[in-house]
Structure formats: structure tokens, C-alpha cells
């Protein structure tokens, strides 16, 4: 059993930065691709941002691109997002998870077997 825990969110202003990260633990870190995804109050949850097992591959969702940056560091079993020029869009709740043991990575929701509880990060115009 994988346990995902992050911190980092709070509040900032349009144009600000934050970098949360994710702390697992319970399994082999480095056998699961990891993706980070938000929800917004009335809205779907979508994935912003996935990296492979190795961290050779990352994936960005359109409306991050450019702005959002996911790493991972295996030795620590922690994975981050970078997050600059935030936008008042960008607020949402935002979730790490682990995805499938030793499968390539995807943004495919259900794809991801473990799950964070969240942190809010908060944009203000």
C-alpha cells in the first residue's frame, strides 16, 4: 500500500509561484509513474502534470504548459510541481498520485491506483 502525502499549497498572487510536493511511502517509489491533478469547485478533476518511473518523460496538460514543471527525485520518494506565473484559474485542490506498478506513464485518471488528500492552492487576481 502506497501512502502519498502533500504540502506546499497556500495562497499567492496572480504571477506568483509555489512548489508542492509529494511524500510517499508504503512501496517502491521508483516502480510507479506519479501525476499530479487538480479540481476546482464545480469542476471535472484533470491531470496537469505526469512523470515516468525514471523521470525521463513528463507530460503537461495544455493550460499548464510552459508554466508547470513535475520532477521527481527517487532517492527521496518525493515528487514535486513547480508551479510559476500562476493564474486565478490555476485554483483548485490539488492531488498527487501514484499510478499502476511498473506501467508506462499516462494522464489517464484511471490509470492512478493511490491518491493524496490534497492541498488547495489559492490564486488571488
Known amino acids: 500500500q502506497v501512502q502519498l502525502v502533500e504540502s506546499g499549497g497556500g495562497s499567492v498572487q496572480t504571477g506568483g509561484s509555489l512548489r508542492l510536493s509529494c511524500a510517499a511511502s508504503?512501496?517502491?517509489?521508483?516502480?510507479?509513474?506519479m501525476g499530479w491533478f487538480r479540481q476546482a469547485p464545480g469542476k471535472e478533476r484533470e491531470c496537469v502534470a505526469a512523470?515516468?518511473?525514471?523521470?525521463?518523460?513528463?507530460y503537461y496538460a495544455d493550460s499548464v504548459k510552459a508554466r508547470f514543471t513535475i520532477s521527481r527525485d527517487n532517492a527521496k520518494n518525493t515528487v514535486y510541481l513547480q508551479m510559476d506565473r500562476l493564474k486565478p484559474e490555476d485554483t483548485a485542490v490539488y492531488y498527487c498520485a501514484a499510478g499502476l506498478f511498473l506501467r508506462k506513464v499516462t494522464m489517464t485518471e484511471g490509470e492512478y491506483r493511490y491518491w493524496g488528500q490534497g492541498t488547495q492552492v489559492t490564486v488571488s487576481s
Open positions: 508504503g512501496g517502491p517509489f521508483s516502480n510507479y509513474p
Open positions: 512523470i515516468s518511473r525514471s523521470g525521463d518523460s513528463t
